[in-house]
């Protein structure tokens, strides 16, 4: 019977192919107590498993090294430092070694324990991306635990016993040659990198949301994939044909002769349109009417740029600065660091302008919290407390350093400086006024540092409803779509229980997109959406018709935003994003 899964759209394409079921290795852990004359050798079992998988993981990074730059892939590195560094982390390893030498749990037990504690964390971190990062710890757990039960990685060796069998049909008599599909708990960065040398045509995890690494890693190498899917492998057994239909985020398990035929189709046609999509990366983003529109990387680490400029983009127009600061045990980077990896963006964009956003992190994030308690107690709701630049104000001296690090690194590229979450007249001269003193302190030095172009970000309500103030004082701005929904619709985007009112179609969301575009446009200033609205193809002709002409999205979005817009006619496209504007029920005219 055939049976249908659904979870999140990460990456597009659709795969068909046998299932490789790879179960948990936390599912079996057994759990028992200890005698007091075992507590040092299970210790040391855990020691071993961790240099193993500090090990593993090296040896990962040094093929990574040696691979072409075409196949580097440069979130795999971060992502793999970030798996080391945790394997080092003192709550992680105090924490296991406190459940064995002060409750006598075994190796395996006491482990998992801590993970639990640690997890819990995770989960109460407002900001999305940082509470996906509870995925990366369990990834490590993972492969300690597979270590201490002589289990090699799932991706490297397939445990799939391929055979055509009497009594199947014409599908399954096919040779070794028939695809593979992968269905896991979870996938690892490690494994990420192996995947692409395997026989897997795609996968599919029970967990993962769409900023979790497995899913970033997944768009950047271009795989079917769809995470979240929960119950995906408990419900999908050895060996069942399955479809992973990475464009809607459905699994189909066991699926007709019909539908398998139908979604080959649909494969061969994705195929066709890739190979399409690439022909436009050398073409110019002009509309019909001879508009040019500029198509920017969102990227968070400075390796990003080769992504970027793979996929045509024309400069960067939202680098996270946020991600060089996470992940470090409260060790923020210092300014030396922080103007490498500014440069290294810079000259990685060769002399195309790069937008860096100033820090933004709220005081619930890791960071803080491992710095110390750097910016204080736990918020009751933390979107509205110590985040983005209201922290950065509140550390001036880190704040300080981060400017010179972009000053500085100005000198060598077109640089341009972004500063989030901006609402109030008072927090711009603050953050105006820290400018100028990083300038004064580098004349001090005389250091060399570069003019940079200044931009704020519009995510508030009360920012967008302010933008005559924002202008007289900054050269361009950046609408935060995520955020300024969130804010104006007051629902948490990361509550599932609301998500259904997370809508940017919203008539109050468009007005204020529409407003601050139009003001923008009639200064002469430039204007971009950098937040998830710009990569959706779906909203390309919408946003074209109420006069954005920058978008800055994730690289792997750039040809299918750009194909949309070579097709567009903005004079015409103008007349219609009045009629949505002025509609009650917007989406209802966008899907006509």
């Known amino acids: 019977m055939t049976l249908s899964v659904h979870g999140l759209t990460v990456s597009r394409g659709i795969a068909i192919g046998r299932a490789v079921i790879v179960a948990s290795s936390r599912v079996d852990v057994a759990h028992y ?5 075992q507590l040092e050798s299970e210790v040391l079992r855990l020691r071993e498993a961790r240099n193993a998988v500090v090990a593993e993981i090296s040896k990962v990074q040094l093929s990574l090294s040696e691979l072409a730059n075409n196949d580097a892939h440069p979130e795999l590195s971060a992502l793999l430092d970030v798996h080391l ?32 504690i640690i997890a819990r964390q995770f989960d109460e971190m407002e900001d999305p991306y940082l509470r996906e990062r509870k995925a990366d710890l369990e990834q490590v757990v993972e492969r300690m635990l597979r270590f201490m039960r002589g289990v090699s990685s799932p991706v490297t ?52 949301g769409k900023t979790s690494h497995t899913a970033i890693v997944a768009r950047s190498m271009d795989i079917p994939a769809v995470v979240g899917a929960r119950s995906a ?54 509309t019909l009417d001879g508009q040019r529109i500029e198509l920017m990387a969102n990227i968070e680490q400075p390796g990003d740029a080769v992504a970027a400029l793979k996929a045509g983009a024309v400069g960067v127009g939202l680098f996270r600065t946020e991600f060089l600061f996470m992940g470090r045990n409260g060790k923020l980077p210092d300014e030396d660091e922080q103007y490498a990896a500014y440069l290294a963006a ?3 964009m060769h002399g195309l302008p790069v937008t860096i956003r100033t820090v933004d992190v709220g005081a619930d994030k890791p960071l803080d919290r491992a710095a110390g308690g750097r910016s204080g107690e736990d918020h009751l709701n933390p979107a509205l407390g110590l985040r983005a630049i209201r922290w950065s104000l509140s550390e001036p001296t880190m704040f300080l350093m981060q400017l010179r690090a972009i000053l500085r690194a100005a000198a060598h590229g077109a640089i341009n400086l972004l500063v989030p979450m901006l609402a109030h007249a008072s927090e711009i001269r603050q953050t105006l006024a820290l400018v100028d003193r990083a300038r004064a302190q580098l004349d001090e030095r005389g250091q060399v540092y570069g003019a940079v172009r200044l931009g704020a970000m519009i995510e508030i309500p009360a920012a967008a409803l302010s933008i005559p103030l924002f202008l007289r004082h900054f050269d361009f701005l950046s609408i935060g779509t995520n955020d300024l929904i969130q804010y104006t619709l007051a629902v948490d985007r990361a509550d599932e229980t609301v998500a259904h009112l997370y809508d940017p179609l919203h008539p109050a969301v468009l007005h204020l997109l529409s407003n601050t575009i139009s003001l923008c446009r009639n200064q002469g200033k430039s204007v971009s959406v950098c937040g998830e609205m710009a990569g959706d193809v779906t909203m390309t002709r919408l946003l074209l018709g109420l006069g954005l002409r920058t978008f800055s999205m994730h690289p792997s979005q750039i040809l299918a935003v750009k194909q949309q817009i070579v097709r567009s006619d903005t004079a015409k496209l103008a007349v219609w994003a009045q009629s949505v504007l002025a509609a009650d029920d917007p989406a209802a005219l966008m899907a006509d």
């Open 33 to 37: 107590f200890v005698k007091p004359e």
């Open 85 to 116: 560094m945790l394997l080092q982390d003192e709550q992680l390893t105090s924490g296991v070694k406190h459940w064995i030498v002060d409750r006598h749990y075994n190796a395996e037990w006491a482990l998992t324990t801590q993970l639990e």
């Open 157 to 208: 060796k397939p445990p799939l016993a391929l055979s055509g069998g009497e009594g199947d049909d014409a599908l399954t008599a096919e040779t070794e040659d028939v695809p593979l599909v992968l269905i896991a708990h979870d996938l690892s960065p490690a494994d990420m990198l192996q995947f692409k040398q395997s026989v897997f045509a795609g996968f599919v995890t029970d967990v993962g």
């Open 233 to 286: 492998s408990q419900v999908i057994r050895q060996d069942d044909w399955v479809i992973i239909d990475g464009d809607a985020g459905v699994v189909v398990i066991d699926p007709s002769a019909i539908v398998l035929a139908e979604y080959e189709q649909k494969r061969r046609q994705g195929e066709v349109e890739r190979e399409r999509l690439s022909r436009l990366k050398s073409t110019p983003a002009i």
């Open 346 to 348: 810079a000259e990685g």
